[in-house]
Every structure is written in structure tokens, then in C-alpha cells.
């Protein structure tokens, strides 16, 4: 679970599951009343007895708010259940007549108390929609290969040294060698100039 979803499941779930348990001694009166609007929504629970239909939706609300609140369920699954009974609130509030005005989702100030339930879609779909950050796989790399890598760099470092010496020794015999070249080039034509001059 995220440190940012606790706020979220333990608010919801304490409210959820402390209306579930006001309802667990509900009368058949009380109950009769819960069931007349939820059958504005879902008429297959009009023919339910009031007092199974409010330990029935006692139970389903505890059920609820203890997803939301143990800490081992999984928030998007929490998320999924939140969103499957903040949809009933939904639809009940836009079927029951007299709950919206006349554009069909505005409350009225009897559908208030209703309406505000839609702050539960709203926490179900961040929990949903709130994906995990991808892991970044790191490559440990093993020693012997972190080895085999120095002595490879080491060694590719020596030739590159020899290499480096073997041209700066076959430099130095290049400039010899035309040195010398010169020298004699330099003592046969003075040569050649001595013996013109003494022909004259």
C-alpha cells in the first residue's frame, strides 16, 4: 500500500464501516424505508422482508470498509469494491425522485445527503487508476567479469605503450638517417667544389 492511499482507504473505510454496524439493529421500519429507495434503483430487492434487506446491506457496508481498512488488501482491488458500492450510491440518488432537480443531477436539498456520497467515486477511481512506478532493473556486474575487464584494459594499455615507443624510436632512426644523408650530401659537394677550383 502507498503512504498516499492511507488517508484515502482509512477515512472511507472508517465511514463506511461505522455505518454498517449503526445498521446492524435496524427495525423492520427503518429498514422498510432504506429498501423503498433502494428499490427506486433495484426493484429485484422489493421483494426482500425489510429486516433481511438491512442486515443485508449492514453486512455489505462492513464488508466494504473492512476492505478499505486492512492494510493486506490490495488498493486497486479495494478500489474496485469501493467503486462497485459508491456506483449503487450513485444510481440510487439519480432514481429516487425527488433526490435531483429538474436537470436530473443537481441535488435538491432532500438529495444532499445522497449526492455527497459521489466523493467515494472519486477516491474509488484514484485508488484504480494510481499505477506503481516501473522498477529500474539494476545489472550487478560479477567480479571476475570486472576482472577480466581491468586486465583487458591493462593490457590493451601496454600494447598501445609499446606501440607508442616502438614510433618514437623508428622517428628518432628516420631523423638519423636523414641527418646523415645530408652530411654527406653536404661533404660531396664541397668536395666537388675543391676540385673545381683546383682545375682553375
Known sequence: MKLSHIPLRLVTGAYI??????????????????????????PQVEDMEPVKFGKLLSNAEICVGLTLLLPFVPSRLAGLVLGAFSGGMVRMYLKTPGMTGEDGIRPTADGTALAKDIWMAGIA???VLDRKKPKVKTVKVPT?????????????????????????KAGVTAKAVAK?????????????AKDHAGKK
Not at 591493462?154 to 616502438?166: D, L, P, R, Y
Request: proline share 1%; no cysteine.
Open 144 to 168: 571476475p567479469v570486472k576482472g577480466a575487464a581491468v586486465i583487458a584494459g591493462a593490457q590493451g594499455a601496454g600494447k598501445a605503450a609499446k606501440a607508442a615507443k616502438k614510433a618514437a
Open 17 to 42: 464501516l461505522n455505518s454498517g454496524l449503526s445498521k446492524r439493529g435496524l427495525d423492520a421500519e427503518s429498514a422498510a424505508g432504506l429498501q423503498h429507495m433502494a428499490a427506486n434503483a433495484f
Open 125 to 127: 477511481a484514484a485508488l
Open 180 to 192: 646523415a644523408g645530408k652530411a654527406a650530401k653536404d661533404r660531396k659537394a664541397g668536395k666537388a
